[in-house]
């Protein structure tokens, strides 16, 4: 499985914004697919994670406030970004997970290139 993150860019805080991952690839539907970011200077950290059975998973700074779904029949996981903070400004990746912990980037594969989103105040 290839993915390719996109939908980035600026966006203001408190407006809105919706990231799309889309992978290649038949077995897209057997994956749990997760959202991870990389502030600059920071290590990448855990967002969001959907099951492949459709359940999700979030970090608590972003619980409420962004929704992670995935539509099977287009291969694409999304994640809906809503009143978005200047601190939730990062490169955002998608990866598929493998196995073990949901919030650990060692837990997944192929990492797709990433979508730059800032935030403005």
């Known amino acids: 499985v290839q993915l390719q993150a996109s939908g980035g860019g600026l966006v203001q805080a408190g407006g809105s914004l919706r990231l799309s991952c889309a992978a290649s690839g038949r077995t897209f539907s057997r994956y749990d697919l997760g959202w991870f970011r990389q502030a600059p200077g920071k290590e990448r950290e855990f967002v969001a994670l959907i099951s492949a059975s459709d359940i999700p998973y979030y970090a608590d700074f972003v619980k409420g406030r962004f929704a992670i779904a995935r539509d099977n029949a287009k291969n694409t996981v999304y994640l809906q970004m809503n009143s978005p903070k200047p601190e939730d400004t990062a490169v955002y990746y998608c990866?598929?997970?493998?196995?073990?912990?949901?919030?650990?980037?060692?837990?997944?594969?192929?990492w797709g290139q990433g979508t730059e989103v800032t935030v403005s105040s």
């Open positions: 990866g598929t997970r493998l196995r073990g912990p949901p919030y650990e980037t060692s837990s997944y594969t192929n």
